[in-house]
């Protein structure tokens, strides 16, 4: 199996990952408690791996606080996101928002360049991701604020994307970063959390331990395959395919959150999963 092969399955199941631990997210009532799960108890996770893999060196470590400090952002302004916006209208803004920033800084900064062919099919992707947005828009049941929080949350995307990406690129062993930046990960939001909350969150978080757990596994572990998957492939193309999480999101959150799955929504997945076709075959 060749890299590209390798890392174009390992992506797809990333986002079917992605989906799945987001929308645990949304159907709990505390959103930004569910969270700090994921982030903190969830981070337990990667400890029994630290004794098979390198402890990291002085620049890898500057790679893990860069990662932690973007990851952080992300997950503030997801919670915000998702408390102000259904999950139909803020996860495909963040999500069409970061691949487009992935893409500019790729051609830009490391020469990643893609033909016109894969730019064509990534603009149809991006085209269903923000027409699944805007058909929210027109319902009228957007706040004013969620916007704003969703494109800030694409643009923490694409700031992850790109640390990530480059720090799993430059690492000898890419499971040091990817286990370390696990770890290193999990106080931080609590940390916040606490300014925020008092030690109240505390006994919050472990309150919604259902849908944390269920949205630990599949959130640590597809951000594991994503990674891998970075260090295999064309970064913007990978993080373009990523964002076929929007197919899964809209299954979920019709079958389970109950939102709506109109006509026109079908068309947006249908736009999303050519996009995703095309790309792989231009």
């Known amino acids: 199996m ?6 174009t399955l390992l992506i797809l199941s990333s986002a079917m990952l992605h989906a799945v631990w987001n ?12 969270i700090v799960f994921v982030t903190t108890y969830g981070s337990f996770l990667y400890i029994p791996f630290t004794a098979f893999v390198p402890f990291p060196g002085p620049v890898m470590w500057g790679w893990i606080a860069a990662s932690a ?12 996101a998702l408390e102000r916006g259904a999950l ?5 803004v963040a999500r069409g928002t970061g691949p487009m920033l992935v893409v500019l800084f790729a051609t830009i900064f490391l020469g990643d360049t893609l033909p016109a062919t894969k730019l064509a099919a990534i603009a149809v992707l991006l085209l269903g991701i923000f027409l699944t947005a805007g ?4 319902k009228g049941g957007v706040s004013s604020n969620a916007f704003s ?15 990530d990406g480059l720090a799993v690129r430059s690492a000898e062993n890419p499971l040091t970063f990817i286990i370390w930046a696990g770890v290193a990960g999990a106080p931080m939001i609590f940390i916040i959390g606490l300014k925020q909350r008092g ?15 269920v949205a630990s596994i599949p959130a640590h572990g597809g951000y594991a395959l994503a990674l891998i998957a970075y260090r295999l492939g064309n970064l913007g193309e990978i993080a373009a395919l990523r ?8 299954i979920i959150g019709f079958m389970w959150l109950k939102e709506p799955f109109t006509k026109n929504k079908l068309l947006s997945v249908l736009l999303i999963a050519a996009g995703a076709l095309a790309l792989k075959i231009a």
């Not at 964002?243 to 809209?250: K, N």
């Open 2 to 7: 060749s890299d590209d092969t390798l890392a």
């Open 23 to 34: 929308a645990a997210v949304k159907h709990s009532q505390d959103k930004f408690a569910t």
């Open 69 to 80: 400090v973007c990851h952080l952002l992300y997950q503030l302004s997801l919670a915000a």
């Open 88 to 92: 139909t209208f803020a996860y495909p």
């Open 135 to 138: 058909l929210n828009v027109q």
């Open 149 to 163: 929080f969703a494109v800030l949350t694409g643009g923490m995307i694409a700031s992850y994307t790109i640390v």
């Open 199 to 213: 030690w109240g969150l505390l006994s919050a978080s472990l309150r919604v331990w259902r849908q944390g757990v």
């Open 243 to 250: 964002e076929t999480s929007i197919v899964f999101a809209s």
